[in-house]
């Protein structure tokens, strides 16, 4: 809880609670579109950890094209693991292919602010 000079408490909302307040005012109509914003909230969370560990130098420093690049790796790692699934080989090490999602949504969502010279 969080009180201000005037003695009004505020108390945090839940992630069930910011979530139906998003999907409220963007008036969504689907349940996909609803699913769309838990899965979103989810990767900005983890983006934000990750932020805290990184910093925005190794973002600044390669750009766009680095963006293009991470994108890229990303989409490589996406394949062979939908590959090696598809051969029945199921031992994946390190990063799940629902990781890799995760951070292809979260590059995106570098470029975009990158490409509205937002990224600091």
Request: charged share 30%.
């Amino acid at each position: 809880m969080n009180n201000d000079d005037e003695g009004v408490t505020y108390v945090p909302m839940t992630e069930e609670e910011v979530r139906g307040v998003i999907e409220d005012a963007l008036e969504l109509k689907t349940d996909m579109g609803r699913e769309i914003v838990k899965a979103a909230l989810e990767c900005i969370k983890l983006f934000d950890n990750k932020q805290q560990d990184y910093g925005s130098a190794n973002i600044l420093m390669s750009g766009e094209l680095g963006v293009a690049c991470r994108l890229q790796d990303k989409a490589s790692r996406i394949r062979h693991i939908l590959i090696k699934q598809l051969k029945g080989d199921t031992k994946i090490n390190y990063e799940s292919l629902e990781d890799a999602y995760i951070d292809v949504a979260n590059i995106g969502m570098i470029g975009m602010l990158l490409s509205r010279n937002l990224w600091k």
